[in-house]
């Protein structure tokens, strides 16, 4: 195997064409610096240089090597920066766990924006998983960072954080009149997850309303298109109402609804350069 640092010894010898030159520059005594290059000719099994009185000259073999040796160092160089950039948070991949939600609090893009901006050698690479599938992906390593609706189980060892917690508000077709104490026998868009869906169904009964779910929807942008369609009525998180389409209205809900989004960011009890960073974005 090559020493990256006979290369350089190499290098300066062959720019310099004399060894006294060559070992004022790099610091060491000629007489080491002689053996170093031998040693790399023996190695090598090749004759690099053709020696003058004064001078060195590069034989064509060394010539030759000199191009392969320079861009060897300089990817060695590389390989170096970009292990302290990843040790910085600078450079690698982060992989990021989300729900929908998550994406439609705002935070999450913020972040992600300002994540690439100060660390621009780093790759982004983004998963849209369940909230339990990214609690597994995070203990296996396989994600960074994840944003979900629940906290982990304490055992399991992850750290989380409430990073946004907004009410749900209810999306009506735009050209409806509704009372809200008078919802009963409504359609309504239901979420895909089954807890989710039951946490709403025990929501809505708390407050007197008895729903009828004639659709599911696995993303709340869905249901406001399908709440558009006239399929039904839905409840999302407030923040959609930045992006509900033009034929739907949201609806503040009784104070008393007690079902709200809550998305947490979620780590490794030891997280990674680049996790750190992306916390820092989110931050507040």
Partial sequence: ????????????????ENVGQAAELLHISQSPLSRQVQQLES???????????????????????????????????RVQQRAHDAAAGQAGTLVVGYVAGAVHAGGLGDALRVFQRDAPGARLQLRSLRSAEQFEALRRGDLDVG????????????????????????????????????????????????????EMLRACAA??????IRCEAADPAAALGLVEAGVGLALVQ??????????????????????????????????????????GSTAG
């Fill in 238 to 279: 407030a923040s959609l109402a930045r992006s509900a389409p033009a034929g739907v209205k949201l609806l503040p809900l009784p104070p008393e609804f007690a079902m709200r989004v809550r998305i947490y960011r979620v780590h490794a009890a030891t997280p990674s350069p680049l996790a750190q960073r992306l916390m």
């Fill in 43 to 77: 190695r090598l099994g090749l004759t690099l240089f053709a020696r003058e009185k004064k001078r060195l000259k590069l034989t064509a073999a060394g010539r030759e090597f000199l191009a392969e040796a320079r861009a060897l160092l300089a990817h060695a160089q």
């Fill in 207 to 212: 407050i007197g309303w008895s729903i009828d």
């Fill in 147 to 198: 944003f979900t609706y629940s906290a982990p189980p304490a055992e399991w060892g992850l750290v989380s954080r409430l990073v946004a917690d907004e009410a749900f508000m209810l999306a009506v077709p735009a050209d409806r009149v509704i009372e809200l104490d008078a919802l009963n026998g409504e359609p309504f868009i239901a979420p895909l997850s089954l807890p989710a869906r039951e």
């Fill in 1 to 16: 195997m090559l020493d990256l640092q006979q290369l350089r010894y190499f290098i300066t010898v062959a720019e310099t």
